[in-house]
């Protein structure tokens, strides 16, 4: 894996910065602040996902603030130059689902994401602008994509790790209904400037927990533990090698004004006196497929490059990886050129531990 494609296997969309809620958590800058993407941006970026679309799967994903807050009307207005050649994929807090909306995503074929973060005890830093607790209006959402027979992932952010919250967590998420299930684990990033430095074996015996709950009941596509075993699958097969893209997912984010951040949809909308505003261009001024064709001259993709082959020559978990994800390291390190980060030790490193640590556990040696 060198360098960045030229072509991204799916597109990041703003339709607003605007977020209803407010958790204690987001890294999102402009959360507050209605600024709503013209139907030209989305004209501009549809125009360039045509000729990727047409020669294989392609995907656009509505991401925010909350992508619903800038409502039916003018979603349906920036979907509408992307025919029906893409498939759209929504991030949502879910408190503005109703049957209105669901009537929505089966019209557009939208396939829906709900943030959620477990049991209402484990919800409370989802809150409303008010500051009050966003779990009912969550659960209201929730129901009415079940109503509507709807499958839809789940994405959960962790803050502490702690004996036993895998299991409760994975219990939760099966009776909830989703099919795909993502953790994160809580991220220094944007204006969340909370550490997410964690014990080292809280957090890998959370992973350790989280396979063996997955394992006793795996109706869920649980995103991190398939991506470990797929590399577990490949280092025993001698494949290893093959499993990471010859080249970066470029993976475009399109800010609300057209300006597009590559790798990592949390630079946008920040600035930094060496780095400037992180964009690569405008889709409003610039073809994206241009845009993407330079993105490696620009100066912190350059560096953050630069760092992803120092942990190539330093990390053993490289292969499994890929060298991290650069707002990780903008936002822990300041820079785009170091190795490790907490993030990468929770969500990459202490990941795969954990999986092998299950595996030690509870495989018994052949006879
Ligand atoms: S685990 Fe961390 S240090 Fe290792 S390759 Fe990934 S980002 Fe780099």
Redesign the pocket.
Same mark, same amino acid.
């Given at each position: 894996m060198r360098g960045i494609a030229a072509v991204p296997s799916y597109v990041v969309m703003q339709p607003t910065t605007l977020c209803n809620l407010d958790c204690v958590y987001c890294y999102l800058p402009l959360r507050a602040v209605d600024q709503r993407m013209p139907v030209a941006v989305a004209e501009a970026v549809a125009t360039a996902v045509r000729p990727w679309a047409a020669s294989g799967r392609f995907s656009v994903v509505w991401h925010g603030g909350e992508p619903l807050a800038a409502g039916r009307e003018h979603l349906a207005a920036l979907l509408a130059p992307f025919g029906p050649a893409v498939e759209h994929h929504v991030q949502t807090n879910a408190t503005l689902i109703d049957d209105a909306w669901c009537a929505f995503f089966v019209e557009h074929g939208i396939r829906v994401s709900v943030s959620v973060d477990g049991p209402r005890a484990r919800n409370g830093e989802r809150v409303t602008r008010g500051g009050r607790p966003a779990y009912d209006r969550i659960l209201t959402g929730v129901a009415a994509l079940r109503r509507h027979g709807l499958p839809f992932s789940a994405l959960a952010v962790v803050s502490r790790p702690e004996p036993g919250l895998a299991t409760e967590l994975y219990d939760y998420f099966l009776d909830l209904g989703c099919d795909v299930l993502g953790i994160n684990i809580e991220e220094t990033e944007g204006v969340n400037t909370r550490t997410n430095a964690r014990d080292a074996a809280s957090v890998t015996g959370f992973w350790a927990e989280l396979v063996g709950a997955w394992r006793r009941d795996p109706r869920i596509h649980l995103r991190e533990v398939e991506w470990s075993l797929r590399y577990a699958g490949a280092v025993l097969a001698g494949t290893a090698d093959d499993l990471l893209p010859r080249r970066l997912d470029p993976i475009p984010t399109v800010g609300h004004d057209g300006s597009v951040v590559v790798l990592s949809p949390e630079l946008a909308g920040f600035s930094d006196p060496r780095y400037g505003d992180f964009s690569s261009g405008n889709v409003l001024t610039t073809p994206l497929a241009e845009i993407l064709a330079g993105a490696g001259r620009t100066p912190w993709v350059g560096e953050f490059l630069t760092g992803v082959e120092a *942990? !190539?020559s330093?990390?053993p978990?490289?292969g499994f990886?890929?060298?991290?994800h650069a707002a990780n390291r903008y936002f822990e390190l300041g820079r785009f050129d170091g @190795?490790? @980060?907490e993030h *990468? !030790?929770n969500s990459?490193?202490r990941l795969l531990e954990g999986v092998l640590e299950h595996a030690r556990d509870h495989e018994s040696p052949a006879a």
């Open positions: *942990c !190539r330093s990390c978990y490289f990886c890929g060298g991290g @190795t490790e @980060t *990468c !030790r990459k490193i």
